[in-house]
């Protein structure tokens, strides 16, 4: 069983829809919690990042944390179809000299 | 943040042939990291760099086939060796730039195919 677990895509919404994007994990020991936008023929981009149970906000995007139920989620409000990519959710463990573990990545596209 | 380049950003090689990748980063870093992703996949973390010692190689991945060079604190090779088919993946680098244990950023990749 891997470690982190992505919800698989691909992912198709209107324009204007809102989006959740979700991973679950079995590492107690993660510490980080991270998400990750890449476009086509682009490396990852870090988009948000948080080490403690609640939500972050940026803009369009929320980052939600749930450590109890070891579940994370991004929230992409009013999507829009510059927000098509690729979305990586990743985990660094405090055991793990600081690796980063990630999922596999979901695609989102959003249709004008 | 931290502007990652790599170089080259493609290249088509010959199977046998092997090709260094290089990576700057436009501040001084202490680990580098070098990922692999392959069509439709998720990254798979080749090796740590630190300068000044050797890199340290995650499972399934050997220093003959993958060798690393980290000469100072904002830069890096990745070299892979007597290339097949099977290597043909993006390759990434990555740094912590705010210190360990911290999120990474990438580079824009390598896009490598073997013929």
């Known amino acids: 069983q891997k470690e982190v677990e992505q919800d698989p895509g691909p992912l198709s919404v209107p324009e204007g829809a809102i989006v959740s994007l979700n991973c679950t994990y079995s590492n107690s020991a993660f510490q980080y919690f991270m998400w990750y936008r890449q476009y086509s023929r682009k490396g990852p981009e870090l988009l948000m990042y948080t080490y403690s149970s609640g939500n972050k906000e940026d803009g369009r995007f929320t980052a939600q944390v749930d450590k109890s139920s070891k579940y994370i989620s991004l929230f992409i409000r009013d999507s829009q179809p510059s927000d098509s990519a690729t979305y990586l959710c990743a985990m660094i463990s405090n055991t793990n000299a600081g690796k980063s573990t990630f999922g596999d990545g979901t695609t989102l596209t959003v249709k004008p | 943040s931290a502007v990652i380049s790599q170089k080259p950003s493609r290249d088509i090689c010959q199977r046998g042939t092997s090709l260094t990748i290089q990576c700057q980063v436009d501040s001084q870093v202490t680990m580098m990291f070098w990922y692999r992703q392959q069509p439709g996949q998720s990254l798979t973390l080749i090796a740590t760099?630190?300068?000044?010692?050797?890199?340290?190689?995650e499972s399934g991945f050997v220093i003959d086939k993958f060798p690393i060079s980290r000469p100072n604190l904002t830069f890096s090779t990745l070299t892979v060796s007597n290339m097949s088919p099977e290597d043909s993946s993006i390759y990434l680098c990555?740094?912590?730039?705010?210190?360990?244990?911290?999120?990474?950023?990438f580079g824009d990749g390598t896009r490598l195919s073997i013929l």
């Open positions: 990555s740094v912590e730039e705010d210190g360990p244990g911290q999120p990474q950023h």
């Open positions: 760099a630190n300068q000044g010692s050797e890199a340290t190689y």
